[in-house]
T-cell receptor
């Protein structure tokens, strides 16, 4: 199976609610990145968190990393209809090759 | 600043035909890579390059060739297209290994 596995695969919430997505991985990492992909578009970088960091914030986004559990979570607070997209975690392995291994993604639908 | 530019955006090929997907970046990034994305899945790494003249294989390299003669360009060649290569292809670049990766808008390829 892939290095990054995301949970849930699909999430549907009402505008204003919070959305939490989780990512688990198997091997040691250099960093973990979260991306958003709108339907039919390329990926947009959201947050990069390094292996020695535990939490990062960017606007309404909060990412946590627990290297002991090999897991990360992405929290989107006060969600908006425009947040509707697929969200992917990607791990940059410690081999320092720069290769990103992507999870299968979480599809988020925010209903107005 | 154009970022990462991919051409063509859409292409239909017959089985056995060859073609090249073009990728150019204007950010003077050393690291470039190609991914493919199949329905309901995350991205899988095809080939990557850490600088001009240097390329290496990713997770799914079979059926694809790459070259990196300049820092700006990283073309992906399909020598003999197969229906299994029907996918969306994304080119990406980064200034340093382990830093944020920027993606192009994607190239939709159908092999019939």
């Amino acid at each position: 199976s892939q290095q990054g596995e995301e949970d849930p695969q699909a999430l549907s919430i009402q505008e204003g609610e919070n959305a939490t997505m989780n990512c688990s991985y198997k091997t040691s990492i250099n960093n973990l990145q979260w991306y958003r992909q709108n339907s039919g578009r390329g990926l947009v970088h959201l947050i990069l968190i390094r292996s020695n960091e535990r939490e990062k914030h960017s606007g309404r986004l909060r990412v946590t990393l627990d290297t002991s559990k090999k897991s990360s979570s992405l929290l989107i607070t006060a969600s908006r209809a425009a947040d509707t997209a697929s969200y992917f975690c990607a791990t940059d392995l410690s081999s320092n090759t720069g290769k990103l291994i992507f999870g299968q993604g979480t599809t988020l639908q925010v209903k107005p | 600043n154009a970022g990462v530019t991919q051409t063509p955006k859409f292409q239909v090929l017959k089985t056995g035909q060859s073609m090249t997907l073009q990728c150019a970046q204007d950010m003077n990034h050393e690291y470039m890579s190609w991914y493919r994305q199949d329905p309901g899945m995350g991205l899988r790494l095809i080939h990557y390059s850490v600088g001009a003249g240097i390329t290496d294989q990713g997770e799914v390299p079979n059926g694809y060739n790459v070259s990196r003669s300049t820092t700006e360009d990283f073309p992906l060649r399909l020598l003999s297209a197969a229906p299994s290569q029907t996918s969306v292809y994304f080119c990406a670049s980064s200034d340093l290994v382990g830093n944020t990766i920027y993606f192009g808008e994607g190239s939709w390829l159908t092999v019939v």
